[in-house]
């Protein structure tokens, strides 16, 4: 190897130092520039060495009567006082009168939403604190 060659791979943005050696090759040396990398000095020429997804702690609080999740402890603990899940919520979903909502008699059928065997208005959503709840055995 010449002292001008030596100093040709040793230019910045040029490949790093590798003794020219046919019967040995050094693995994972690559002789060749990136061509899409575009003009590199110094240490830009280096590859950066992280190449793949860091992975992350994330911290969810978690409702412990329905399993659902969320970022921030202010809104879980604010679920957790009307989920329809919690007996302290006195909602339908833990009351003894609560009839589950059903399958209808065929396929295209909607089947039948869920009622209240008090006689208490569901609606779309199970209430919460209802003067007819009882605790189910």
């Given at each position: 190897m010449t002292?001008?060659?030596?100093t040709a791979n040793s230019a910045p943005g040029g490949p790093l130092y590798a003794p020219e050696s046919a019967e040995t090759p050094l693995a994972g040396v690559s002789r060749r520039r990136d061509p899409l990398?575009?003009?590199q000095t110094g240490a830009e020429s280096f590859r950066s060495s992280v190449d793949l997804p860091t992975p992350l702690a994330v911290t969810r609080h978690q409702c412990p009567f329905c399993r659902r999740t969320w970022a921030k402890k202010a809104a879980a603990t604010a679920h957790m006082a009307r989920c329809w899940q919690?007996?302290?919520?006195?909602?339908?979903?833990?009351?003894?009168?609560?009839?589950p909502?059903?399958?209808?008699?065929?396929?295209?059928?909607?089947?039948?939403?869920?009622?209240?065997?008090?006689?208490?208005?569901?609606?779309d959503h199970p209430t919460t604190n209802c003067p007819s709840w009882q605790p189910t055995a």
């Open positions: 002292a001008d060659s030596l990398s575009g003009p919690n007996p302290a919520a006195r909602a339908c979903k833990t009351c003894t009168h609560y009839e909502r059903s399958e209808g008699p065929y396929p295209q059928h909607p089947g039948w939403p869920g009622d209240c065997g008090a006689g208490e208005l569901i609606g």
